[in-house]
């Protein structure tokens, strides 16, 4: 069984044909001919750890993470791993480091979601966080529009402005820190990247028609924007039942502001749509969020095409 460590996970996986890739799992799940995704849950008082497990064609992933966000600097607060399988057979292929995929994989389908529904003419990102989904983030969603400025806010203004000194120096983009998040939301894309568990934006933070990935609720208790902001938005989901867990939409349903059937349809639902076009359509308007929790069938893609260019 092949051990793909964090750099090697990194060097497999360049950012167009991860997008692809993800992109491509989103649009196997929603035909049904896979089984769906699964998690696990268990929460400790000073940490907790998350079990996701996935399909993507051949394949099978199971990933075990776990979550520290009071741990020191030097040590990660996402530790785990991942174990691929060939689900032809049932083989144990490849353990992979978990966080990078992770970091790499999420940041993949925001970037899938900003290709369909991110206005073309997107020429602002905001960026909330200052850790490594930050730094992805960054990566992916200037690569998907025409991204002139990134703005960061992050709650250590350090960790911000070590941020927007690397994307000036790799991405050679402009990019400011800024002094508050709604400074940051003040952008056509936005992305939510931190483990709050308190709204960081309310509603009227965001300009008009822009597009938000919000991808730091991936559990119950965390959140980053108001349930008045997420009813205001026209919600696209990775997956519905899961946002309606531990997502933004959690909360949303949660306070009666708004109700599933609101959505504007799963991220795959809406890529192989007959006409993705009405999307602008329903919307009507109004700033799209993509409600990002995380899946079993993204890890598997991403661990495939890791082990695949790994071994070429």
Sequence with gaps: MRVLMADEVTAALSLWELIDAIEQSFREHA?????GPERLDSYLEDGEFHVKAGHSSGFFAVK?????????????AIQGVLLLFDSSTGEPIAA?????VTALRTAAASAVAAKLLAPQDSDTLGVLGAGEQAWQHARALTAVRPVQLVRVWARRPD????????????LGMACETVDSAQAAARSSMVATCTPSSSPLLQAGDLLAGSFV??????????????????????VVPDLLEQALAVGELHHAVGRGVMASAD??????ELLTASDPSALAAKARGRSILFDSTGTGFEDAAAAAMAVRVAAS
């Design 31 to 35: 035909s049904g001919v896979l089984p």
């Design 64 to 76: 075990a993470n776990s979550a520290f966000f009071g741990n020191p600097p030097q040590r990660p």
């Design 96 to 100: 992979l480091h978990s966080g990078t």
């Design 159 to 170: 960790a911000g402005q070590a941020l927007a000194a690397r994307i000036r120096d790799e």
């Design 213 to 234: 990935a919000a991808v730091g609720a991936d559990s119950a208790y965390k959140q980053e924007l108001s349930g008045e902001l997420t009813a205001s938005c026209a």
């Design 263 to 268: 959505v504007l349809g799963e991220l795959g």
